[in-house]
């Protein structure tokens, strides 16, 4: 392969997963990552992997509880409402520990919603979305670059922790065209003597069940998912930070909205306007003690979603209610500019009363 690569973001994510060591997928065509499904269709076979388009979204997240259980490097995507049907066997899938990749490029909603970017899945993919006490780890890229690297870090990590991750794009950042570099991705094997892979030498065979009648025993499982989340929350925590160290007003953004901010940020500090961004790169678990240090300074954030608000309350309840939380969003597909996202920065200087 070339030095590098023009791609979308869903292909990057396609061919990421190959290089990570996926050789199974299993998913259902939907507008915005469609892409992503024909690009593992043509790729898979070409390495003796399988691809198989399912009946539906529930089928194609059964089929990757099953071949996690074995142990192969496997994936599956969707946009919204197609994640929205895979959550019940998500949660079991955490409730298993089988590690695999779940890739949400999210679109407008609720509902059937449109084809357009948005970000409302956030709730979903942060606080279970499915049923139970349970937690993926998932990860927001901003670039087709990231698209590629957060791919091969959700196999390395998934397979580390035993854990379901979910790589959380949108419809701009998986139709955009950017060159990609695949060199070097690190990627990690990891042992699994838990996969039900037959008898073999061992005495007992592995057995994969979430179903504990006795409450003893489910609250047991409970007990130990979260002792694993709270080792994931003191070591898997990402994020990036830009001028945030003399900043009276912090940004906060993920994904495609922090590409915007970062453009309106630069436009305010020309104006001798002290602003930084705060960029989310784990999104469970979310960087609070990071946030919190990141703010120090500052007067007040100003959180950018597309969405109604959902991030924002993690971002207040990270910074502990200390200062002024205020919001920007668009909804329903409709993107912000870096100058609407400007506007609201002028006015939240003007109110405190100038820069």
């Known amino acids: 392969?070339?030095?590098?690569?023009?791609?979308?973001g869903n292909e990057a994510i396609g061919e990421a997963a190959v290089i990570a060591g996926c050789r199974y997928y299993f998913g259902y065509p939907?507008?915005?990552q469609s892409e992503l499904i024909e690009y593992m269709a043509k790729r898979l076979p070409q390495v003796n992997g399988v691809f198989l388009q399912a009946e539906s979204e529930v089928a194609a997240i059964n089929m990757v509880y099953g071949a996690a259980g074995a142990g192969a490097r496997v994936m599956t995507s969707s946009s919204s409402p197609g994640v929205s049907l895979k959550q019940e066997g998500i949660s079991y899938i955490a409730a298993g520990e089988l590690p695999c990749v779940i890739v949400n490029i999210m679109r407008g909603g609720p509902g059937?919603?449109?084809i357009q970017p948005g970000q409302a899945d956030y709730f979903q993919a942060t606080k279970g979305g499915g049923h139970g006490d349970y937690h993926c780890i998932v990860v927001a890229p901003n670039s087709v670059q990231e698209m590629a690297e957060l791919t091969v870090l959700a196999f390395n990590l998934a397979?580390?922790?035993r854990n379901p991750v979910m790589l959380l794009g949108d419809g701009a950042l998986g139709q955009m065209m950017e060159p990609v570099?695949?060199?070097n991705l690190p990627v990690i094997p990891v042992e699994k003597p838990w996969a039900t892979t037959g008898m073999g030498e061992r005495d007992k065979p592995n057995i994969i069940d979430t179903l504990r009648l006795n409450p003893e025993a489910l609250e047991a499982v409970n007990d130990a998912l979260q002792k694993k989340y709270a080792l994931l929350q003191e070591q898997e925590?990402?994020?990036?930070?830009?001028f945030t160290e003399d900043a009276e007003l912090v940004l906060v953004a993920y994904g495609i909205s922090s590409r915007v901010a970062y453009s309106a940020m630069e436009m305010a500090r020309a104006q001798g306007y002290k602003v930084g961004l705060f960029r989310p790169i784990t999104l469970w678990p979310f960087p609070k003690a990071a946030l919190l240090k990141a703010v120090d300074k500052a007067a007040a954030v100003l959180t950018i979603e597309l969405s109604a608000g959902q991030m924002v309350e993690d971002v207040s309840?990270?910074?502990r209610c200390s200062r002024p939380v205020h919001f920007y969003?668009?909804?329903?597909?409709?993107?912000?500019?870096?100058?609407?996202?400007?506007?609201?920065?002028?006015?939240?200087?003007?109110?405190?009363g100038g820069k």
Not at 1 to 8: D, G, P, Q, R, Y
Not at 237 to 242: D, G, L, P, Q
């Open 1 to 8: 392969m070339a030095e590098k690569v023009l791609m979308k």
């Open 181 to 183: 570099d695949f060199h």
């Open 30 to 32: 939907i507008t915005p």
């Open 112 to 114: 059937l919603g449109g």
């Open 329 to 352: 969003g668009r909804t329903g597909g409709m993107m912000m500019s870096p100058q609407d996202v400007y506007q609201q920065i002028v006015e939240i200087f003007e109110t405190k």
């Open 317 to 319: 309840l990270a910074i």
């Open 237 to 242: 925590v990402r994020w990036e930070e830009t």
């Open 159 to 161: 397979d580390q922790y």
